[in-house]
DNA sequence: GTAATACCTAAACCTGACTTTAGGTCAAGG
DNA sequence: CCTTGACCTAAAGTCAGGTTTAGGTATTAC
């Protein structure tokens, strides 16, 4: 059993952002002693969850209610899971376009190299879209595809 | 030539969207016509180059100094591809963090498979973390690490 | 001529996720 | 005793990134 102190310290987080997840119901069975909050093996995995959610761009009122789906036990396996499933889904789509992004800055990256040698723009723009050398074409492509 | 609501068309954003983005700094050299703007083929990059920063995590303060940047001349080269490295640097840590929290969802997806089908998570607890099927370990592992 | 559109501005408002503040309890150390 | 440090609460404040509102202009459609 942690304190808020201990808990903060091990997850790199302030122990207000802690309180702050424990009011905001993240927390459904945390135990308390005299007052003060006893985080347990369940709270930290339930951390581990919450990071995780968060990442995945869920919000702290719909990560409430899986806590409240653990809390309620096994029937709500179902609930659980088709969560993880549409979160899962969005996370992949979340991922592509990202990864759409990063080739639009490989290729700025490797353009503004290119503008760097040349003194201007001007041999580049002659290059786009259809005469850019092997190396950066897939990038580019893959940045402007829709 | 375009107007702010066929850009907001084009983009599939709001024109409030692209009025605060203007006010913002982010269409240095945008031209007006007795008032109304007019995009033009800068502005459409430009706004390209925003959705794509904007999916790096940057701030609108700093693609506003971007485009600041470009619209100063090639004096700036360097400073542009010094951000965009840098920017690439963080979505590259970015998106492997992502991808380890995929691999937790998909732990997930499947250890609620698994729950449902044996009604209970008891068979599940005695599996972790060193008796996981093949199929599921290296996720699970990925999720953990660190 | 008047009504519907599409544009404009400044300024107020909203949301999510924290963080800070102000005030209080309690145990241990000097 | 009394101060220090770790905990507690409720409530107010902050920040980014928009969105909404209220009021105005200009063009086109009937």
Redesign the interface.
Known sequence: MYTIGQVAEMFGLPASTLRYYDKQGLFPGLERMSGIRRFGDTELEAL??I??LK??GMEIKDIRLFMEWCAEG?ST??Q??AM??E??AH??S??A???R??D???F??WY??Q??QD???DRLETLIPDNLPEEIKGAYEN??AR
Chains 1, 2 share one sequence.
């Open positions: 581990r969850v990071e995780c990442k995945a096994p396996y179902p659980r899971k993880f499933e979160r899962k996370m992949e979340e991922i376009k990202m990864n992004a990063l639009m800055l490989k700025k990256c503004y190299e503008a760097i003194g201007s723009e940045a402007h």
